[in-house]
């Protein structure tokens, strides 16, 4: 089977998951994938307003994906540069509205991983159960 570094929405929408299936319908084998084994990222699903969300990204070690983010309600989209440290790749964003945001890591053939994080007030972080 098949490995996607995808999940979720955006399975059904990356061209790789149309190209397993479409494979697996004709009874054609795919070569072997073009992009590395091992990518993907973790990001937090609920995050303050203003304060900093670490993206953690797995990648090959001298890979360097691009990260972007967009607020879904506006379309606003902004640019976050990740960067190694301790050998651990991560991005940081500052979300500076509250709402849903799509934060989508690319690397190489694959299509983008991404994921919904949503940022809201600091205080109802607390009343929920937060720090």
Known sequence: MASLPQSHAGIARSPEAR??????????RLGPPMGEEGFGM?????????QPCEIAIEAGEDAMPTCT?????????????????????????????EGAYRVEVRE???????AIVLACPLDDLTLAGGD
């Open 42 to 50: 973790e990001v937090p699903d609920l995050v303050a307003v203003g």
């Open 69 to 97: 983010v967009t607020e879904l309600d506006s379309g606003e989209r902004f640019e976050v540069r990740p960067s190694r440290r301790s050998g651990a790749l991560r991005a940081v964003a500052v979300l500076p509205t």
């Open 108 to 114: 190489g053939a694959f299509s983008a991983v991404s």
């Open 19 to 28: 190209a397993v299936v479409t494979a697996k319908l004709i009874r054609r």
